[in-house]
DNA sequence: AGCACGATTAACT
DNA sequence: GTTAATCGTGCTC
């Protein structure tokens, strides 16, 4: 059954900065095992573009782990680090442009049962308020890797919601590229709502 | 074949 | 604030 506000391809074959900002306080929403939905605003989102750009994983070229990136916009780049985490991206610009956005954090709408019980034992404001700890809540793993947001009955797909204004949007560098070299590790490609918004937003989401 | 390291997290002092 | 966990990946030999 096709989601009535899920967002087509077109929205995400532009400009990665755009996307990104225009992601903030869309609804992430993840069909589970049995169908049933688990749901979050994206609250936090960074942006990754090019070989050029030295945090990006595709300064290194195109390889099988990166290979989605590369891939047509509106796909998943799911990858694995740090021995244990997985992250999720989705990919934008033009087929053969390396670039995605990476979901850093959610505030979750529907599923928190499920969510708890894969996070079993961690506190309840921990489900998905960092980019590893939101693919254990939504169960996302490699086998989500190039997984294509826009086609109907993809169970990974975005719901839009309203624009946030930009008085609610927050930019800064991004987090965790403390080693990469300069203009790259400052840039400011790190997008937030800000936090005095997010329960305005929840609340137009519940209705 | 071996190596250094990572778009993180949780547990510690 | 610091650090261990844990292993796939890409690079060098």
Same mark, same amino acid.
């Given at each position: 059954m096709p989601s009535p506000n899920r967002l087509l391809r077109p929205f995400f074959n532009r400009s990665t900065l755009i996307v990104a900002r225009e992601l903030l306080g869309q609804r992430l929403v993840r069909l589970d095992k049995g169908g049933a939905r688990l749901s979050g605003l994206i609250v936090e989102i960074e942006a990754y573009i090019g070989t050029?750009? &030295?945090? =990006? /994983?595709?300064r290194v070229g195109r390889t099988p782990r990166n290979d989605s990136m590369w891939g047509?916009?509106? /796909?998943t780049y799911v990858y694995f680090t740090y021995g244990m985490h997985w992250m999720l991206n989705f990919v934008t610009e033009r087929s053969g442009y390396p670039a995605a956005t990476l979901i850093r954090s959610l505030v979750p709408l529907e599923g928190l049962e499920t969510m708890r019980q894969r996070r079993?034992? *961690?506190?309840? $404001?921990? +489900? #998905? $308020?960092g980019p590893a700890k939101l693919c254990q809540s939504l169960a996302?793993? *490699? !086998? &989500?890797?190039? =997984?294509? +947001? =826009? /086609? %109907?009955? !993809?169970?990974l797909f975005i719901e839009a919601l309203s624009q946030l204004e930009d008085d609610y949007v927050m930019t800064g560098p991004r987090v965790? &590229?403390? #080693?990469? %070299?300069e203009p790259w590790r400052s840039i400011p490609w790190r997008f937030r709502v800000h936090p005095n918004h997010i329960d305005i937003l929840v609340d137009k989401a519940d209705q």
């Open positions: 050029d750009d &030295l945090g =990006c /994983h595709a047509p916009p509106g /796909h079993a034992g *961690r506190p309840e $404001n921990t +489900l #998905t $308020n996302i793993d *490699r !086998s &989500l890797d190039g =997984c294509d +947001l =826009c /086609h %109907p009955g !993809s169970p965790g &590229l403390e #080693t990469v %070299p």
